[in-house]
């Protein structure tokens, strides 16, 4: 009996693997962008066949999904955060709702594109963009991500819930970085940087990007570092097929991307791979699709794998693991803040008084507001947050490593259309951080339809509570002549108007909340308006001339968490101000007047105005707007009808409504509302439709000889303004094509094709 025993023991010694030696199981994921979610579902088919995983190893997205199982994940866990609408801020780099900061923005324009310039040999060099996407919403959610695993495992690979590594690529020497310790979401991050969607991370001194350039699918580094008994390989990528001519994305990832050997030695394991026709490489949205394809490309293989791997292990037991390791890892909170990359005393001071206040501890939700209100700032490039877990305090160490912008930047855009409201703009802007921001700008909007040029800066002081003062002249010129559809016949042409108006204004300003800013300030304007006053006009006639030069002083509460310039699908724009313009007014009668003599008037009054705009996001792809506005001002009647309207402030819901004169959506006191829906086709395009009505309190009417007064019946008309429009928000600009209607006499319907956006320099008041 002895003898059999021993004979037994000896048997199962020599079985290996088989045996009593526990199998170890490697399992190796490769990049592939979205089609790398298909890995979650290979886990879940070797999970639920009690199938061991002792090891992972990825490059790029399958560097995120094993980086994250090593970090304690459950397949449960990752859906939910692909699904999240928190990781579609992390792919397009867009700010979420609540910590969209409106304090630090400066005045909006329709710049399509911001290059850097540098100074270097006393030449100036223009730099352009390096990443696609913003960085700053990635670089804190993989630090939120695994700031707590890193201080579980002490910034071991090895002691993670399984031991991981990753690829990552060097630069500069254009070879592979194997990263097995140190920071976890530092390493994942610059494992799937990919060249121009991301920008790169410095680690250990090493410029680094996405793994998948130099190796896509980490097989031999899992046997060479791991030395697993067994690898299961899942490859969801492809080498560069040879590219064609006028594919410029395919030519790059040719230059960019080295040939992969994707295989697994019959011996060291087995080799899945699953294909998608479909799914591109942002693609996340089609996760359920994608994970399902992993999950029956695993399955398909499960005999083979069950039949090489005989250990087994429980989901309950590695539950069990995965909750002992989760609940190990400790609460975010941070006490000591260290700034890197800004060389001032003083913008260190401001940087950590920003986040901390007069807190000794700041916990995470916190820190996340204030580091997007800092990552607002025009003056900082970007910010990328590192965190350190202190054992002897218990709480995290925060190290922030600050790019500053770089003191010039040039920004370029405008708007293409295929009506005559071309406009191109450039702007020259200087920035100066130190213990406090100082923004001197400068831009020129060249164009038929309107030009401008303006001059002027903003100083921020980070005091208890943050104040700016900012002060611009400005020179605008609207010609409504340019603009006209109409046809212009050999002796007459049709009604035009042109306005130039030249001011100087400066305010102060204070934050509300995230949201929202309250302003005091004042202007100086000086107006000029050329119009005719008959519609039949010959080519010898001359304008009607109205100056106004204006002294304004003004209170205004603005709130703007919009997700964009112009045609919005979130957030909420709202404003309230209180005008009060003293001036004298001077008309110069022109050949189409019934009067010879020139007049003056003091016109003293003052404006209010009131707008709410807010979009209701459904869980569908349904959206919903609405739209309120409101003006009552006491301003009297100019000398003549025209000159009546040209003052009254007008109702312009649509980028369209801005550049066409329209007569029965301006009055000196209104109401209006509107209502909107959009259906968004994907994250980028989205079809709306849009109907307003507008309703004068009292509408300006023409009387005898061209003199306008005041509808003595109050709410006698209303008129509708309609649009519907198909809109594809590029990182440029949108692209928009639109139907616009008007309720007005001659043209009521105008099809508009736009690129860029309908944006002005702001007036006096």
């Not at 590192?386 to 370029?412: C, Q």
């Not at 009668?589 to 009054?605: A, I």
Request: net charge neutral; hydrophobic share 35%; charged share 25%.
């Amino acid at each position: 009996m002895k003898r059999i025993s021993f004979l037994l023991l000896l048997f199962l010694l020599l079985a290996g693997p088989a045996g009593l030696k526990a199998q170890k199981v490697g399992l190796v994921l490769s990049g592939g962008g979205a089609k790398g979610l298909a890995h979650i579902g290979v886990i879940k088919a070797l999970e639920e066949n009690n199938i061991p995983i002792d090891y992972v190893a990825g490059t790029s997205m399958g560097a995120i999904v094993a980086g994250l199982y090593a970090a304690g994940f459950s397949v449960e866990e990752m859906e939910k955060l692909f699904k999240s609408e928190q990781f579609k801020f992390w792919t397009t780099g867009e700010i979420q709702e609540e910590y969209r900061y409106f304090f630090r923005k400066l005045e909006e324009t329709p710049a399509w594109l911001s290059m850097e310039m540098k100074k270097e040999d006393d030449k100036l060099r223009v730099l352009p963009p390096t990443n696609i996407i913003p960085e700053e919403q990635m670089d804190f959610a993989f630090m939120e991500l695994f700031s707590s695993t890193n201080a579980v495992c002490n910034y071991d690979f090895n002691n993670l819930f399984v031991p991981f590594l990753c690829i990552a690529t060097d630069v500069h020497n254009n070879r592979e970085i194997v990263l097995r310790s140190g920071d976890m979401g530092e390493a994942i991050r610059a494992s799937m940087t990919f060249p121009f969607y991301f920008k790169p991370i410095e680690i250990d001194g090493n410029l680094v990007f996405d793994g998948g350039i130099v190796n896509n699918f980490p097989a031999e580094n899992m046997k060479e570092v791991f030395n697993p008994d067994f690898m299961i390989g899942h490859n969801v990528s492809n080498n560069a097929d040879k590219p064609e001519e006028d594919d410029l994305m395919a030519q790059l990832q040719n230059l960019i991307m080295q040939k992969t050997d994707y295989q697994i030695k019959a011996q060291d394991g087995v080799f899945l791979e699953s294909t998608f026709s479909d799914v591109g490489l942002l693609d996340f949205k089609k996760i359920d699709q994608i994970e399902a394809n992993g999950y029956k490309t695993a399955l398909s293989m499960i005999d083979s794998i069950k039949s090489r791997v005989p250990r087994r292990v429980s989901m309950d037991d590695v539950t069990k693991r995965r909750a002992h390791f989760n609940y190990r890892k400790p609460q975010l909170i941070f006490k000591n803040i260290q700034v890197e990359g800004v060389s001032d005393a003083m913008q260190r001071k401001f940087i950590i008084q920003s986040l901390k206040h007069r807190s000794v501890v700041v916990e995470l939700d916190d820190l996340k507001k204030e580091y997007f209100k800092l990552v607002a700032d025009p003056q900082i490039k970007s910010i990328r947050p590192i965190s350190r877990y202190n054992a002897e305090s218990g709480y995290f160490d925060l190290h922030l490593k600050v790019t500053p912008e770089k003191p010039m930047e040039i920004k370029f855009g405008g708007n293409v259309s295929t009506k005559p409201v071309n406009q191109g703009f450039v702007s020259l802007d200087y920035m100066i951080f130190k213990d406090r921001a100082y923004t001197l700008s400068s831009n020129m909007y060249f164009g038929r339809f309107y030009s401008s040029f303006l001059v002027g800066g903003r100083i921020d002081y980070p005091t208890s509570l943050p104040f700016y003062v900012s002060a611009y002249m400005s020179l605008n010129r609207w010609d409504f002549y340019s603009s006209s559809t109409e046809f212009v016949f050999e002796d007459v042409r049709p009604p035009y108007i042109i306005q130039e108006e030249t001011n100087f204004r400066s305010e102060i300003g204070f934050p509300y909340k995230n949201k929202g800013k309250f302003t005091v300030g004042a202007a100086f304007s000086n107006s000029s308006d050329e119009y005719y006053l008959k519609e039949s006009i010959k080519r010898s006639d001359t304008p009607d001339n109205t100056l106004f030069n204006s002294f304004i002083t003004k209170m205004c509460f603005e709130q703007n968490s919009l997700d964009y310039k112009q045609f919005a699908t979130e957030g909420v724009l709202s404003g309230f101000s209180l005008n009060y313009i003293t001036g004298n007014e001077r008309n110069r009668p022109g050949t189409t007047s019934n009067s010879l003599t020139e007049s003056k008037d003091k016109q003293n009054f003052y404006l209010l105005k009131g707008h709410y705009s807010k979009y209701f996001n459904s869980k569908q792809r349904l959206t919903y707007g609405i739209t309120a506005e409101g003006v009552y001002s006491n301003r009297k009647v100019s000398n003549n009808f025209v000159s009546t309207l040209l003052f009254a402030p007008a109702f312009e819901p649509l980028p369209h409504s801005k550049t066409v004169f329209l007569n029965h959506y301006r009055a000196n006191k209104y109401l209006a509302v509107g209502a909107k829906g959009i259906f968004k086709l994907g994250d980028q395009l989205h079809f709306r439709l849009e109907a307003y009505g507008f309703v004068p309190i009292r509408s300006i009417l023409e009387v005898e000889d061209y003199k306008a007064q005041y509808n003595p019946s109050r709410y006698s008309n209303i008129n509708f303004i309609g649009a519907a429009a198909a809109v594809y928000h590029t990182k440029l600009g949108p692209i928009s094509l639109s139907l616009n209607y008007y309720d007005k006499e001659d043209t009521k319907l105008y099809a508009l094709l736009n690129f860029g956006y309908i944006l002005f320099n702001k007036k006096g008041y």
